[in-house]
Each structure stands twice: as structure tokens, then as C-alpha cells.
């Protein structure tokens, strides 16, 4: 089945508007029977925004239920996509991807506005596929069509970080969040010194999880506007980490440390892990710092709380053994499924050394002792979802 063959070309619902009710449902909204109308309950990831106001006409979803791409409940009162829905959602991500690609070898626009604006006249179905054709024409634009091939675009990645195969709903949201954020992350990066290095690795290396943690960290430290410049990694013993950050305090070498997705769960190899880069990474002269990225597989379901006390015996084995580390950041970069939505969650630990070798008196916090996530909507971060309503 071809877009061509299942394209809605009847007087009651276009084609966006039946991708639309389709992505809603792929994404955990909930479209209800109450008192004889279908009801769209929650709101979907990112500011996703129903389109038709509080409730859905009985048309559209007759004819959806009569096309086969949407079912009902044992008890009648649900609506659940079902296998041909989902056959369409996967058409409408093949069409996009078949257009970003011929987009890609044309000259970049003058401004992001001016992507969007053209974005929009090839009527894409929803918000965040908007925001999906626009990234993935920044990201090959940036890193090159090559690249997207290999790690977006195919089915034969060299990680499964990106979601390629997209066999169920979340894994297609996770798949173009992920698309979104890195071409998000690189566009309002590009003036940082240093970046550079991030995209010629991403280039050419299959490490993209690494890369893509050390882009996030980059992002956090943007909203909390602290001065950082990523670091070219160098081989050199002592001089192996990835940003330099600027606190009042003074400069701290950091390093990222990121545990890939299939990491298995375990508190002594990633003890054993910091205090090796701790030894071979960070200068002995210099404060140093790490960020972890720790897998979600760790924390499924954004509730697992136990973590906060193996950090805590982690950072005080480290700190013991270690002078040069000032400060410890652990983070989980979620993607949590709610009855009502799907939700993306940054949510990070810092744990400050008190045993360092460097000024006592002098605050080494990087996060200025606040765990609380910022939100993009009142900082100068530019968001692509929201650029795209």
C-alpha cells in the first residue's frame, strides 16, 4: 500500500486531518465516546495540539473505521489505531523522509523562518512531522545526506539509538523527537566554539549516542547560561575531556560519560568507570567535573528513585580516591508514555565533592545547586515544535 492509493481525496476529510487523528492516538492522546461524540482527551508530545477544537466529528471517524485504520474497544467507547492506521503512519514517515531528501541537495535557506514557511507548502500532517522534515533538512544540510541515509533514513543503523525500524508508536515518537533534538541542539549550538569537532565526529564515526549526550549536556549548560566552549578531544592523558565550563569559581574541565541504551544496570562498573577517567582523562592541575548520561532501560518508567542513593555512594567512593573531581552530574534523558500523552523528560543529580585539592571556599557547583529542568518556552532556546505551530 502506497501513499498514493490510500490518499483521502473525499469532501468530508483530507488527507492531514486523517494523519492527524491517526498521529494522536500513535502518540497516547485518547479519542473517547461521550454523550454521542468523539472526544480527543490529553494533548500529545511537544505542544502537539488537536487541530478540530474539543471533539471529533462522527464523519472522520466513520470513515476511518470504515477504511479499516482505526478500531474500537470491546465496549465500543475507545478508539485504537489499528494496523492499517499504523501501514499509514508509516507511509506519511516514508513520504516525508523521500522529501527531505530531495530537499537536501538544494541550497539552504536564508533563515530558519524561511525552512518552516516552505516546510508548511508540502501540508504535512501534523506539528511534529513539520518539525521532522525541518530537522531532518537542517541535519543534511549540516552532517550530509550520506549520514542521514546511514543512521535515520535506513534500517540498517549501526545503533539502535535512533529507532529506525519504528515497529510500534513509541518507538516512532522516540525515533523523531531524537531527529528533532539533534538538529535542534546543533542549530542553537553553531556559535559555540568547538562545535565543529561534535559534527566532523558525528560525520564520520557510528558513536552518534556519545556525540548526542555531549550536544545535550551543552544544551543544559545554554539554559542555565553558563559559559562553556566544547574541547577537541586530544588522546593526550590529562587532557581527554569534552567541554571547558566557566564558573565564577574558575574553569572545569568536563567529561562526558555516557552509558549506551543496552548498558546493563550496575553501579560498580560505572564506579570503575569515572574513577579510570577521573585518572587518565582530567588534568591533576585543574578542576574537573563529570555529566553522565544514564540509560532509560535504568529508569522505565521515570520513578525509580533508588538511583538517588547508589549516586550518592558512587560520588563518595570517587571523591575519596579522587582530588581532581569537583562535581558529579547524573541525568536521565527519558521518554515516558502517559495515559494522555507522551512526554520527554530531562531530569538531573548534581552531587558537589567536599574532599577536592582546589579552593574550598570557592563554589564548584555547575548547576548553581539546582536540579529543577528548565523549559525552553521562557529562555532564548530556539524550539523547533514550537516554531512549527
Known amino acids: 500500500m502506497t501513499?498514493?492509493?490510500?490518499?483521502?481525496?473525499?469532501?468530508?476529510?483530507?488527507?492531514?486531518?486523517?494523519?492527524?487523528?491517526?498521529?494522536?492516538?500513535?502518540?497516547?492522546?485518547?479519542?473517547?465516546?461521550?454523550?454521542?461524540?468523539?472526544?480527543?482527551?490529553?494533548?500529545?508530545?511537544?505542544?502537539?495540539?488537536?487541530?478540530?477544537?474539543?471533539?471529533?466529528?462522527?464523519?472522520?471517524?466513520?470513515?476511518?473505521?470504515?477504511?479499516?485504520?482505526?478500531?474500537?474497544?470491546?465496549?465500543?467507547?475507545?478508539?485504537?489505531?489499528?494496523e492499517r492506521g499504523e501501514q499509514f503512519l508509516r507511509d506519511t514517515d516514508a513520504h516525508l523522509r523521500d522529501l527531505i531528501e530531495r530537499?537536501?541537495?538544494?541550497?539552504?535557506?536564508?533563515?530558519?523562518?524561511?525552512?518552516?514557511?516552505?516546510?508548511?507548502?508540502?501540508?504535512?500532517?501534523?506539528q511534529l512531522s513539520l518539525a521532522y522534515y525541518v530537522a531532518g533538512v537542517i541535519l543534511s544540510n549540516t552532517i550530509g545526506i550520506e549520514w542521514m541515509h546511514r543512521h535515520v533514513m535506513g534500517y540498517s543503523a549501526p545503533t539502535k539509538f535512533f529507532r529506525n525500524s519504528r515497529t510500534t508508536a513509541s518507538d516512532r515518537v522516540v525515533h523523531m523527537a531524537r531527529v528533532i533534538q539533534l538538529a535542534e541542539m546543533l542549530f542553537n549550538l553553531q556559535r559555540v566554539p568547538g562545535i565543529?569537532?561534535?559534527?566532523?565526529?558525528?560525520?564520520?564515526?557510528?558513536?552518534?549516542?556519545?556525540?548526542?549526550a555531549e550536544l545535550e549536556v551543552g544544551k543544559l549548560l545554554a539554559l542555565y547560561k553558563t559559559p562553556f566552549h566544547f574541547v577537541t578531544p586530544s588522546g593526550t592523558k590529562g587532557k581527554d575531556y569534552d567541554i571547558e565550563v566557566?564558573?565564577?569559581?574558575?574553569?572545569?574541565?568536563?567529561?562526558?560519560?555516557?552509558?549506551?541504551?543496552?548498558?546493563?544496570?550496575?553501579?560498580?562498573?560505572?564506579?570503575r568507570t569515572l574513577k579510570n577517567a577521573a585518572s587518565k582523562q582530567l588534568p591533576s592541575d585543574r578542576p574537573g567535573a563529570f555529566f553522565v548520561k544514564l540509560p532509560q532501560s535504568w529508569n522505565a518508567d521515570g520513578m525509580q528513585f533508588r538511583h538517588f542513593e547508589s549516586f550518592d555512594r558512587i560520588t563518595n567512593d570517587l571523591y575519596r580516591n579522587s582530588g581532581?573531581?569537583?562535581?558529579?552530574?547524573?541525568?536521565?534523558?527519558?521518554?515516558?508514555?502517559?495515559?494522555?500523552?507522551?512526554?520527554?523528560?530531562?531530569?538531573?543529580?548534581?552531587?558537589?565533592?567536599?574532599?577536592?585539592?582546589?579552593?574550598?571556599?570557592?563554589?564548584?557547583?555547575?548547576?548553581?545547586?539546582?536540579?529543577?529542568?528548565?523549559?525552553?518556552?521562557?529562555?532564548n532556546w530556539v524550539d523547533f515544535v514550537r516554531m512549527c505551530e
Not at 37 to 59: I, M, P, T
Not at 103 to 126: E, F, G
Not at 196 to 211: F, K, M, Q
Request: net charge negative; proline share 4%; charged share 25%.
Open 3 to 82: 501513499l498514493d492509493e490510500i490518499e483521502l481525496k473525499g469532501p468530508t476529510l483530507s488527507y492531514p486531518e486523517a494523519a492527524n487523528i491517526l498521529r494522536w492516538l500513535s502518540l497516547g492522546c485518547a479519542i473517547k465516546l461521550v454523550d454521542s461524540r468523539w472526544v480527543v482527551a490529553g494533548q500529545a508530545l511537544c505542544g502537539l495540539n488537536v487541530d478540530f477544537g474539543e471533539s471529533c466529528d462522527d464523519d472522520y471517524v466513520e470513515w476511518l473505521l470504515s477504511r479499516g485504520f482505526v478500531g474500537r474497544k470491546c465496549d465500543g467507547s475507545l478508539l485504537v489505531i489499528a
Open 103 to 126: 530537499m537536501a541537495p538544494q541550497k539552504a535557506l536564508d533563515s530558519l523562518a524561511d525552512l518552516i514557511a516552505h516546510a508548511r507548502t508540502i501540508n504535512p500532517p501534523d
Open 196 to 212: 565543529r569537532s561534535i559534527v566532523h565526529v558525528l560525520r564520520t564515526e557510528s558513536d552518534v549516542e556519545a556525540r548526542f
Open 246 to 271: 566557566k564558573l565564577n569559581a574558575g574553569p572545569v574541565c568536563v567529561d562526558v560519560k555516557c552509558k549506551l541504551e543496552s548498558t546493563p544496570e550496575g553501579e560498580a562498573a560505572l564506579l
Open 324 to 379: 581532581r573531581v569537583v562535581s558529579v552530574v547524573f541525568y536521565f534523558s527519558l521518554s515516558l508514555d502517559f495515559a494522555d500523552m507522551t512526554a520527554f523528560i530531562f531530569a538531573a543529580k548534581e552531587i558537589p565533592s567536599r574532599q577536592h585539592r582546589f579552593a574550598m571556599d570557592a563554589d564548584w557547583t555547575i548547576l548553581n545547586g539546582n536540579d529543577e529542568i528548565l523549559d525552553t518556552k521562557n529562555t
